[in-house]
């Protein structure tokens, strides 16, 4: 079955990222009738991941990228590399079931300890940090909402800790919330280092780059499929994996399950002497919530207001708006802040009906996967999709996949 993905103009603005050194990649020319073991369409965050630990496998992959590695929407992201799932436990636990509700968070849970493991090990410079998380009240949760979503979340041994409103101003210089959640293990990175340096590694173990390369169509078969890029040229692989993240597969087109919105963010002039205690990750039990980290040179960076706005054009007319919104918000909550923007920029976001990500097999093709790591928590759940597909690919079986299943 022939298929591919439908181009969208990911992003718009200056975001923060670009600002940053971060390697250069060797593309490969695509030879005509080229083979491999897993051809991966998209190298953004989640095409990378996969990359390197397949190719750390011993796998032969060939990568694909119609503007070039890290261009796409992985330069729009704001990188909090969090374990907690944008939809609460307690209202997952209901929707889903308590039992895999539970195994998805936990299993978050062990992909941002696998992801800082694996960074570590392989030595990529990406400002990777430890960072704690506050979850502030708001109108998905308010203080008695909050306190027993610690409850749940202690019940299957992720603890957190409550704080009230005399905590948040005295101690973290945080004001106009009545409570947050307080939770350790989380992650802060600079995505387009982080994924730049995974695909880095990946080439070292024998990986290709083919990019820009736009793909024209994938013709599945018994054997494997064929990718057949746009100048007419072929590359036979084993498996295909779609990982080009808000671009969907054709055949995924109009699903239900899937909606596309839009978001913004900024990033201030670096101010550390102004910041909060300890730099820890804010975001609001709220929707649309209001998320805002830190980077290594104490810029901040603020991101939300997410709108149902599936149209590039609209998005990017209503960035001046959403940015002063932006500012307001982040002005009333941390007052100390210099909120003038430095950085602008809006992109596109994917949401889930379960607020979880879909990794593994396309309905009715053959040998071809799809990775939707939509909501908040993208790079974690490309971790998951990562570890998962590798498995996969290795004749092995990974115990959580069928929660993310399409």
Known sequence: ????????DLREGHPVWTRYP????????????????VAIIGAGVSGAMLAEELSAAGLKVALFDKRGAAKGATLASTALVQYEIDTP??????????????AAWRRSRLA???????????????????????????NVLDADGLREEQRARAHIGLQTEFLSRKVLTDD???????????SRGNLSLNPRQLTLGLLKKALENGATLHAPVTVASVNTHRDGADVITTDGKMLTAKHVVYAAGYELPQTLQGSSRFRITSTWAFATRPQRRNLWGEEAFLWEAADPYLY??????????????DDDIADAAKRDALLPEKIAALQTKLARLCPKLDVTAEYTWAGFFGN??????????????????????Y???????????????????TGKSDPDSHIFAF
Do not use: Q
């Not at 079955?1 to 969208?8: E, L």
């Not at 973290?172 to 307080?182: E, F, K, M, V």
């Open 112 to 138: 941002v300890a696998s992801l800082t493991d694996r960074i570590a090990n392989l030595g990529i410079p990406c400002a990777a940090a430890p960072r704690d998380s506050l979850y502030l009240a708001g």
């Open 375 to 393: 909501g908040g928590n993208g790079t974690t759940f490309s971790r998951i999709a990562a570890e998962i597909l590798r498995a996969e690919f």
């Open 1 to 8: 079955m022939p298929t591919t993905t439908i181009a969208k």
């Open 352 to 373: 889930s009906t379960t607020t979880l990500p879909s990794i593994g097999k396309l309905p009715g093709m053959a040998n071809t996967y799809a990775v939707l790591a």
């Open 172 to 182: 973290w210089g945080l004001h106009a919330r009545p409570a947050a959640l307080h």
């Open 292 to 305: 805002i980290r830190t980077t290594a040179d104490g810029r901040v960076i603020c991101g939300g207001e």
């Open 89 to 102: 436990l307690i209202h997952l636990s209901k929707s889903l079931g308590e039992e895999k509700a539970t």
């Open 22 to 37: 971060a390697p250069r990649l060797p593309v490969t020319p695509l030879k005509d009738g080229a083979k491999a073991d």
